[in-house]
């Protein structure tokens, strides 16, 4: 069982495992075809597995009897979806190349195929992560920022990864595809801050959108695009949060916010250095890793040894 850092390099699995970037992306492709918010919903595992202990996996990890994962924590239970397209990823590898691609790497590739087959930029990921044997719920309830967090705890958050601000405003344009649920805006539609009124940097026209999204009493499981056009990797979400169109209060504290507003301005003019500025970001979040007991699990769900144990129970 390996403990130390993994090293990252391109190509890494170019002889143990050819395949191994096609298949993951054929499996993205399909979702994509099925349901396309889910391409963006696995995207998203990438910076909830990442900022926990690193690029390990940990997020896939459902409960065991002695141990709590990250899924049910606070900022996960309500926005990550679509494991199962993990999942199908995972059994495709397995029955190409048993016991090589890890689940970590696995959420890299797909995060970067979600972005790529949206109309976003595609790049050459480091591959070579291996996959935690445990998660912690505390962990991701102490470390993952809610949709109610404002740039100031966001560039505090970034900041301790190595992250700048730069990087933080340009990885915050992932919400340039997919949708976020009506629970998540509530308190900025009705009660900003305790004030019992709405959120004034939300433009007007776009609030009432989103009173007859977001009723007082209604379905909190609803979901409303991130930006005017959810299903395409573009800058038009910076342009949204130029407009005061932002849907969560996550978002568009970024352009309120002195200190953030002028990289929300200059990729809100420039698409090509958002894209840029987009892809070094997720090169850097990739790098993140911890020194911790690893190994590549065949269940992207549960611990090779938590499998046998499941086995030899049943």
């Known amino acids: 069982m390996a403990v130390a ?26 979702a994509l075809i099925r349901e396309p918010r889910s391409v963006a ?24 009897p002695d141990m709590l ?23 495709a590898l397995e029955a190409a190349c048993p016991g090589i691609v890890s689940c970590a790497d696995i959420v890299v590739l797909a995060a970067r195929d979600a972005v790529a087959l949206t109309g976003g930029p595609d ?38 990864f190595n992250l700048s601000v730069k990087d933080l405003i340009a990885l915050s344009g992932s919400h340039s595809i997919g949708e976020a649920r009506c629970f998540s805006i509530m308190f900025r539609l009705y009660n900003q801050s305790g004030s019992g009124k709405p959120d004034p940097a939300i433009e007007p026209g776009f609030r009432e ?8 009493g209604g379905d909190e499981n609803v979901t409303g695009p991130l930006d005017a056009t959810p299903t395409m ?19 568009q504290t970024l352009f309120t916010s002195p200190r953030t507003r002028p990289y929300v301005r200059l990729f809100s003019k420039d698409q090509d250095k958002f ?40």
């Open 123 to 160: 790049w050459e990921v480091r591959l070579g992560r291996k996959d935690c044997l445990t998660a912690s719920q505390e962990d991701s309830d102490n470390i993952m920022p809610s949709p109610r967090a404002d740039a100031t705890s966001l560039i505090t958050l970034f900041s301790q």
């Open 209 to 216: 959108k989103l009173d007859q999204l977001c009723p007082i």
């Open 5 to 30: 850092v993994q090293p990252l390099r391109p190509g890494f699995y170019s002889e143990t495992c050819p395949p191994a970037e096609f298949i993951v992306r054929d499996v993205m492709r399909k």
């Open 69 to 91: 994962g990250e899924k049910l924590a606070l900022s996960n239970i309500n926005s990550l979806r679509s494991f199962e397209v993990v999942d199908e990823a995972k059994e």
């Open 41 to 64: 919903s696995v995207m998203r595992l990438q910076f909830h597995d990442c900022f926990v202990n690193g690029c390990d996996g940990s997020v896939l990890l459902d409960d065991t």
């Open 275 to 314: 894209f840029k500025a987009f892809v070094e970001g997720m090169l850097k979040m990739g790098d993140l890793q911890i020194e911790q007991p690893v190994e590549v699990r065949t269940n992207c769900r549960v611990a090779n040894s938590r499998s046998v144990d499941v086995l030899m129970e049943s």
């Open 233 to 251: 990797f573009d800058n038009q979400y910076f342009k949204d949060l130029v407009a005061g169109k932002g849907f969560l209060n996550s978002d």
